[in-house]
């Protein structure tokens, strides 16, 4: 988690300051991807001080104020990444599938405020891990859990799941649809067409690697907590947390892709 903080955070950062000074994103109607950076630069910031309590043996921090800050953090900020990435694919499949037809996104990127929406529209997905009832440490399964708090738990797992299962269905739709057409092409040169697919592939690929772990060895932690296997869950609690530090390489590999 440190080597991710501190290859990363320059990355973004210089990633940041080509945007805002030299590339000119408002103007070059590239707002989209600066918000993926700004979400994975927020993200990052925050990797230090968990490093800092799995360091400590701690799976987070003691401060209930700290705690909820931090998977407040994580939650909205991955997410908006997310749903950036999702809505750059989706602008990329009708550009290239149907090119030529009114594309509703390139709409969408003219206009600055939309990025302000997506965030806000997060927000409501993100309440959960702010509410008083949350426990950071995922209670749901838990026997002593009062009735709203197992809704509040519920709730937040269906987010979880749906953030990942839904993005990745619909980038990986978007994306055979792409690679199908740039192959057909016969217009262009070739070493840029393959360069193209390329592209496109690393995006799913990243995504991939990033987010499915760590969604399987949480569905897998769920089953097991659901069914009181204690000394299973224990493991698996070991492992999910070392594929969500995998994910947090999310932040290191999306601005090499973009």
């Known amino acids: 988690m440190v080597g991710e903080f501190v290859l990363g955070l320059p990355l973004n ?14 103007k070059n109607k590239s707002i989209f991807l600066f918000n993926i950076v700004v979400a994975d630069f927020l993200l990052m910031v925050i990797l230090p001080a968990k490093a800092y309590h799995y360091h400590h043996g701690q799976r987070r921090s003691p401060i209930k104020a700290v705690c909820k800050t931090m998977h407040f953090m994580l939650f909205l900020n991955r997410g908006a ?12 499949y009708f550009n290239v599938v149907h090119l030529g037809r009114r594309n509703f996104v390139k709409v969408l990127k003219k206009t600055p405020q939309i ?10 997905l993100t ?24 809704v509040t738990d519920t709730f937040r797992e269906i987010v979880y799941f749906t953030q990942i299962i839904i993005p990745f269905i619909i980038l990986v739709y978007c994306t055979v649809r792409i690679v199908n057409r740039l192959r057909r092409k016969t217009v262009g040169e070739k070493t840029k ?22 969604t399987i060895a949480r569905a897998v932690l769920l089953a097991f907590r659901l069914k009181n296997l204690q000394v299973e869950e224990d493991i698996v609690v070991q492992v999910y947390d070392s594929l969500m530090v995998l994910s947090y390489s999310d932040c290191l590999l999306d601005p090499l892709n973009q």
């Open 115 to 124: 990025s302000i929406l997506i965030w806000v529209l997060l927000l409501p």
């Open 81 to 92: 990444s997310i749903a950036f990435l999702i809505t750059l694919s989706i602008d990329r």
């Open 127 to 150: 309440i959960p891990t702010m509410v008083k009832t949350f426990e950071c440490c995922n209670s749901h399964g838990r026997k002593e859990e009062t009735p709203s708090h197992d």
């Open 13 to 26: 950062l210089s990633v940041l300051y080509i945007f805002i000074f030299r590339y000119k994103f408002w």
């Open 193 to 214: 067409l393959r360069r193209a697919v390329l592209v496109v592939i690393s995006v799913v690929v990243v995504f991939a690697l990033c987010f499915l772990p760590s």
